[in-house]
């Protein structure tokens, strides 16, 4: 399925699909100030210039996102990212270990940084990403500075994985929309913040065990809403409720699966065969088809938490509100 895709194969066909004019009309939006809908390996973002706070304000307002969350600033290598922000050894170690790839790490910003206040909520610290999607990539470096992406959806909605749902959720404030096929990892980037102790603020595609593994261990973040200010809310919700650990839905329930199962009706199976990596591909599209059919509740199945599994759930537990 998705997971068996790799970044490379896909892009090729991509970029021949936009051209470069796909690329060149969304590089003048963003210097025009205007947002770009763009895909990346993780999810769909919502881009605008990270240096222009009027095109910044834009992306808040097209989210209905609360300004005190601030933005990851995209970039295409290490090297652009070392003109926004201070990186020590551990930061060095992690970005050669990961980037480009599903990845954010939380620095200090230098001096002379690019990134405007508001695209980091006033804060002293910028998360950087170095994507690996082919065209994001090609944007990043047509256009040549930073770019505040969010994930495309408005604020609390789950995050668009495909060109469609993107451009339902925030297709109207964006100037120009770039396909990327369906996302890969179909989560969002892993945070990590290198302030004191290296702090895991949201679990996603690389896994706490993969980064323990180039730096040590990571601090447990306890207040992790207040150093990630975007975990505070509800987040990645549908219309329908949420139920977790369901082995036997209730009658008029949604289903999502997750290895083999007997319940049949209105059932989605993340992964039949039981491989985090395909359920997490698979989910918030999941979420968004089983919220479709106005089931009274989406049921979803018991899913490990070790590896992969923790992001997972981590975004179900939001899904469902048990946080916030
Ligand atoms: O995979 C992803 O990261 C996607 C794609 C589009 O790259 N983007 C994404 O952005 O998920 P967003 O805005 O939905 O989530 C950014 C997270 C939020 O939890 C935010 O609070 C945190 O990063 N964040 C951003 N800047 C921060 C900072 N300076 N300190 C702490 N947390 C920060
Ligand atoms: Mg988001």
């Known amino acids: 399925m ?3 895709r790799s970044d490379s194969g896909r892009g090729e066909g991509e970029r021949e699909a936009h051209g470069d004019a796909g ?3 969304a590089v003048a939006a963003l210097r025009a100030g205007s947002l770009v809908i763009l895909p990346t390996e993780t999810v769909y973002g919502l881009g605008a210039d990270a240096a222009n706070p009027a095109a910044v304000a834009a992306i808040y ?3 209905g996102r609360p300004r005190f969350n601030p933005l990851i600033s995209h970039v295409a290598d290490i090297a652009a990212a070392e003109r926004l922000a201070i ?3 551990r930061a060095h170690r992690l970005a050669a270990a990961f980037w480009p790839g599903p990845l954010t790490l939380v620095l200090p910003i230098r001096p002379d940084t690019p990134v405007c206040d508001l695209a980091r909520a006033g804060l002293e610290t910028v998360a950087l990403r170095a994507p690996a999607h082919p065209v994001a990539q090609a944007l990043l470096r047509a256009f040549g500075g930073p770019v505040v992406a969010p994930s495309a959806n408005r604020s609390g909605r789950p995050s668009p994985t495909t060109f469609v749902d993107a451009v339902e959720e ?7 929309a770039l396909e990327g096929g369906p996302c890969r990892v179909g989560l969002e980037s892993t945070v990590v913040a290198l302030l004191d ?3 895991l603020l949201r679990p996603g595609a690389v896994t706490r065990a993969e980064i323990e593994a180039v730096i040590g261990p990571l601090a447990e973040a306890q207040d992790d809403a207040k150093r990630s200010p975007g975990r505070l809310t509800r987040h990645y919700s549908p219309e329908a409720p949420v139920r977790l650990n369901v082995e036997a839905p209730e009658l008029g329930e949604a289903y999502l699966a997750f290895g083999p199962t007997a319940v049949v009706g209105n059932v989605l199976n993340l992964s039949p065969t039981a491989d985090p990596r395909e359920a997490a591909a698979n989910l918030f599209a999941y979420l968004r088809a089983a919220d479709r059919t106005r089931p009274t509740a989406i049921a979803v199945a018991p899913i490990p938490l070790d590896g992969l599994g923790e992001a997972i759930n981590d975004r179900l537990i939001r899904a469902a509100g048990y946080i916030g």
Do not use: C
Not at 170 to 176: D, P, Q, R
């Open 2 to 4: 998705a997971g068996d």
């Open 23 to 25: 690329i060149a009309r």
């Open 61 to 63: 307002e097209a989210k």
């Open 87 to 89: 990186f020590d050894d």
């Open 170 to 176: 925030t297709g109207v404030s964006a100037a120009a």
């Open 197 to 199: 102790q290296p702090r």
